[in-house]
């Protein structure tokens, strides 16, 4: 099985829907290549991350606004048709007439030319080399200045860039840089300034680098290792009594059994950070090391940020519930619940992003890949008169075939030789024959 075979079938194999024989395949083909490991850990981690986001209910006027939406869409796209509609008819209409012209020049010009007031060549050299290539260009342009016209028309206007302080700190909000962008070009080329855009990038990274530096580093470790190991089943015992030592566990574990009866398999061990290292060095002393590699992600900067926008969240449903205090009407008792719910969800889920980026900056990860080597067997025979009798007869067929092999050779030969022989023959009986009359 290859790769791309093995990465299309891996949501299935996380969800266990397959038949036996294609997990059996995919299983030894991840315990061979890492590429896939990583792959599969990637999808089982945002399979985990799904699994922990709260489900959001829409509100109750939801559908009503789709509905109403979707029909004024529907109504705009109605407009730009009946538009693009028109403008083609239009720029068809100017083709057409530009077309009439020409064909009415070239009339003119023919009957000139019979009446000996024009040259027809030099009037048809002139028309290829600049009446009709101006028409035509001059046709192509207004056919695509109509056709964009009703687009350019119905086209939104550039947004201004949103400015966010939801944690505390000043920044540009980055979810839209394109539009950004385009608004800043404008007004720079509006004033008549000439600045460099990359500085305004480096002073945010710097501010941004500042603020951070104080606050506690948030790095994700992994390690890939793969080993020969000499007895499998004894080896994986050691680690996992290694990872229990260290204060981890063994999030996954499987292996499978060759034909030959060697094992294979992969292990994700998860330890403490402070450990990671010493978990690293005393697993690869266990067997003899064909790859490794290790990683890290730096996620201070999203570590911090989810915690500030959990601040204000929580921040907001103390207020709300000082408003619900203070509220008499139950239409404004109603909307700060409706509120208060989106705020409570939001909080929620703000919370489980800080627990998944504290389990995982708390506890390294060790992916695994053990392999047994195949031993070779050669049979072996005692030396006898039966191995003389077995090796003689075997000499005798072999010679046998040789000279059958020889004697095909020779017929062959002799066919091949035979027109010649025969050339040769009716030469020499010719000769015979002259000698004999002289």
Not at 90 to 108: D, H, N, P, Q, T
Not at 204 to 212: F, S
Not at 344 to 369: F, P, S, V
């Amino acid at each position: 099985m290859t790769c791309k075979e093995t990465e299309e079938l891996l949501s299935a194999y996380i969800d266990n829907v397959l038949d036996q024989d294609s997990e059996r395949q995919i299983a030894e083909h991840l315990a061979g290549c890492k590429n896939c490991q990583a792959e599969l850990e990637g999808l089982q981690m945002t399979v985990d991350v799904l699994k922990q986001l709260p489900e959001v209910e829409p509100p109750s006027h939801f559908r009503q606004e789709l509905l109403k939406k979707l029909a004024a869409e529907n109504k705009k796209v109605v407009e730009i048709s009946n538009n693009s509609s028109k403008a083609k008819s239009k720029s068809w209409i100017s083709v057409a007439g530009v077309a009439a012209g020409m064909l009415l020049l070239v009339a003119a010009g023919q009957v000139a030319g019979q009446l000996g007031l024009l040259d027809i060549g030099s009037l048809r050299i002139m028309d290829s080399a600049g009446l009709g290539s101006k028409g035509e260009e001059m046709a192509t342009s207004n056919y695509a200045r109509d056709e964009a016209y009703p687009y350019l028309e119905s086209a939104p206007a550039p947004s201004a860039p949103k400015i966010s302080a939801a944690d505390g700190r000043t920044g540009i909000d980055t979810s839209n840089q394109s539009t950004v962008g385009m608004a800043l070009t404008s007004e720079s080329k509006a004033m008549g300034e000439q600045k460099n855009p990359a500085q305004g990038d480096l002073g945010q990274l710097g501010v941004l680098t500042e603020e951070t530096s104080s606050y506690e580093r948030k790095i994700m470790k992994d390690a890939y290792l793969s080993m020969e190991v000499g007895q499998y089943q004894a080896v994986v015992r050691q680690v996992e009594e290694l990872a229990v030592s260290l204060g981890g566990y063994i999030q996954d574990s499987s292996h499978i059994v060759s034909q030959q009866g060697n094992y294979s398999g992969q292990m994700v061990i998860r330890v403490p950070q402070q450990n990671f290292e010493l978990a690293v060095s005393q697993i690869e002393e266990l067997g003899s090391q064909k790859s490794r590699r290790l990683a890290g992600r730096d996620v201070t900067m999203e570590y911090y940020d989810v915690e500030g926008r959990l601040k204000v969240a929580r921040e907001k449903e103390g207020r709300l519930l000082d408003l619900l205090k203070k509220a008499d009407r139950l239409e404004d008792i109603i909307n700060i619940e409706r509120e208060l719910g989106y705020t409570r969800n939001e909080i929620e889920h703000l919370t489980g992003q800080i627990r998944y980026l504290n389990q995982m900056t708390g506890l390294a990860t060790i992916n695994l890949n053990l392999t047994e080597p195949v031993i070779k067997t050669e049979m072996i025979t005692a030396p006898g008169i039966s191995g003389i009798f077995q090796r003689s007869g075997e000499a005798f067929i072999v010679t046998t075939n040789r000279m059958l092999n020889l004697l095909g050779e020779l017929v062959v030969l002799g066919g091949a030789s035979l027109p010649v022989i025969i050339i040769l023959g009716i030469l020499v009986a010719v000769v015979i024959f002259v000698r004999r009359k002289s």
